[in-house]
């Protein structure tokens, strides 16, 4: 097979931390594979691009976005896929490789441009989400096209990687082609979120945080496909368990003041919550230094077709998970695989949240899990990665 050059696209900033968890792994991958040439990453942000050698074999190209307004999203969707194609064709690429939804409906157009095939890792209906967690309108003008653009992928793509089986077999039930769906979660590194005695040891020093409390944490968003305001109650719930034994750590890219105004409002004691942006690279840390994780996804029909990467991360450091995501691959294995704790938002505050910390508490008690890990190694290998990139290549003219 002659090596192929591959532009891979995504929305999200270089730095941000979504990108570097779970785009560059892939990066990474594909710059060492035997059937591969160059690497481009190609991605939407203000900022310059990432200098040379931050990933051996990969080179970064960046898009200055239009503006965040209505106007200039829809400029951006008129100029950005021509630039994309051009940039494809420049570099005799083979395959434009995007991540999500969004980012596809960018890449389909550049597809339609340029005739390069189009794959989409993460692939999810992303206007279905939108809708239903009341972010947009039913009738708004991003909605129709989103949603269209979403079918053009469907219809076009060589290969859809949805992250769940549930979303795989809603895509096969629309007659998408079988050979080109295959399931490709957000897999983590679980040897670099593995438990770390020393690190737990001087994150709690740092932050002032006694051996013995007991330390929660989360790391994401609010808002949007996220519970805000419910949120914080499940965190005030907390707090009522374990009294002034209970530290909070929010690791989250939202304004600073912003959370700590959703802390005062939920009536969080301050002097008990770490509210930090962080590099990537030291979450793990963080999560050795807890004992119970949270996730905090709006429970709605379309989110079953989620598979948060925090759920990997949360499980490579033995973590139990407290989760109000009622519904997909990953509530199954909650329930039937003991992989954490589903609890309904409006249950905050109630005999069945206590029930349930009474539960989380005993398995601090026990000591770290290594049945968590086990779980991480199954469904988020990195091994994983290397699988989706040989199906992607076979698929390919030649391949």
């Given at each position: 097979?002659?090596?192929v050059?591959?532009?891979y696209?995504?929305?999200?900033?270089?730095?941000?931390?979504?990108?570097?968890?779970?785009?560059?792994?892939?990066?990474?991958?594909?710059?060492?594979?035997?059937?591969?040439?160059?690497?481009?990453?190609?991605?939407?942000?203000?900022?310059?691009?990432?200098?040379?050698?931050?990933?051996?074999?990969?080179?970064?190209?960046?898009?200055?976005?239009?503006g965040?307004?209505?106007?200039?999203?829809?400029?951006?969707?008129?100029?950005?896929?021509?630039?994309?194609?051009?940039?494809?064709?420049?570099?005799?690429v083979s395959?434009?490789?995007?991540?999500?939804?969004?980012?596809?409906g960018?890449g389909?157009?550049?597809?339609?441009?340029?005739?390069?095939p189009?794959?989409?890792?993460?692939?999810?209906?992303?206007?279905?989400?939108?809708?239903?967690?009341?972010?947009?309108?039913?009738?708004?003008?991003?909605?129709?096209?989103q949603?269209?653009?979403?079918?053009?992928v469907r219809?076009?793509?060589?290969?859809?990687?949805?992250?769940?089986?549930?979303?795989?077999?809603?895509?096969?039930?629309?007659?998408?082609?079988?050979?080109?769906?295959?399931?490709?979660?957000?897999?983590?590194?679980?040897?670099?979120?593995a438990?770390?005695?020393?690190?737990?040891?001087?994150?709690?020093?740092?932050?002032?945080?006694?051996?013995?409390?007991?330390?929660?944490i989360y790391?994401?968003k609010?808002?949007?496909?996220?519970?805000q305001?419910?949120a914080?109650?499940i965190?005030?719930?907390a707090?009522?368990?374990w009294?002034?034994?209970?530290?909070l750590?929010i690791?989250?890219?939202?304004?600073?003041?912003?959370?700590?105004?959703?802390?005062r409002?939920?009536?969080l004691?301050?002097g008990y919550?770490?509210?930090?942006?962080?590099?990537?690279?030291?979450?793990?840390?963080?999560?050795s230094?807890?004992?119970?994780?949270?996730?905090t996804?709006?429970?709605?029909?379309?989110?079953?077709?989620l598979?948060?990467?925090?759920?990997?991360?949360y499980?490579?450091?033995?973590?139990?998970?407290?989760?109000?995501l009622?519904?997909?691959?990953?509530?199954?294995?909650?329930?039937?695989?003991?992989?954490?704790?589903?609890?309904?938002?409006?249950?905050?505050?109630?005999?069945r949240?206590?029930?349930?910390?009474?539960?989380?508490?005993?398995?601090?008690?026990?000591?770290?899990?290594?049945?968590?890990?086990?779980?991480a190694?199954?469904?988020r290998?990195?091994?994983?990665?290397?699988?989706?990139?040989g199906?992607?290549?076979?698929?390919?003219p030649?391949?």
């Open positions: 097979m002659t090596k050059n591959i532009l696209f995504s929305n999200w900033g270089a730095n941000e931390g979504i990108t570097r968890s779970t785009v560059f792994p892939i990066l990474r991958k594909l710059s060492v594979h035997p059937d591969v040439g160059q690497v481009f990453l190609a991605t939407v942000e203000s900022g310059p691009p990432l200098p040379a050698g931050f990933i051996p074999g990969v080179e970064h190209y960046v898009f200055h976005p239009a965040s307004s209505g106007i200039g999203r829809m400029v951006d969707l008129i100029r950005l896929p021509s630039r994309l194609a051009r940039l494809a064709k420049e570099k005799r395959l434009i490789w995007c991540r999500g939804a969004t980012a596809a960018i389909v157009i550049a597809h339609r441009i340029s005739r390069i189009l794959v989409v890792d993460s692939f999810e209906p992303h206007s279905q989400y939108m809708v239903e967690t009341h972010t947009w309108r039913k009738a708004s003008l991003k909605l129709i096209v949603r269209q653009l979403e079918k053009s219809k076009r793509a060589l290969a859809l990687m949805p992250v769940s089986e549930a979303y795989r077999h809603q895509l096969l039930s629309e007659r998408v082609q079988p050979s080109g769906v295959f399931v490709f979660p957000c897999v983590v590194d679980a040897d670099k979120f438990f770390n005695k020393d690190d737990r040891r001087a994150v709690r020093q740092r932050l002032g945080i006694a051996a013995t409390d007991v330390v929660g790391t994401g609010f808002g949007g496909l996220y519970y305001e419910e914080f109650q965190f005030r719930s707090f009522e368990y009294q002034n034994r209970f530290h750590i690791l989250t890219g939202e304004d600073y003041h912003k959370v700590l105004a959703w802390c409002k939920a009536n004691p301050l919550v770490t509210v930090a942006a962080v590099d990537h690279d030291e979450v793990p840390a963080y999560l230094a807890s004992d119970v994780a949270f996730s996804n709006k429970s709605v029909p379309a989110l079953q077709y598979s948060p990467i925090k759920y990997g991360e499980w490579a450091s033995g973590l139990p998970i407290i989760t109000t009622l519904e997909g691959d990953d509530a199954r294995i909650m329930r039937e695989e003991n992989g954490g704790y589903l609890l309904d938002v409006n249950a905050a505050g109630t005999d949240a206590e029930e349930l910390f009474r539960k989380v508490d005993a398995e601090i008690r026990a000591g770290r899990s290594h049945h968590y890990v086990s779980l190694r199954k469904y290998d990195f091994n994983m990665i290397d699988e989706a990139i199906i992607v290549l076979g698929r390919l030649g391949g």
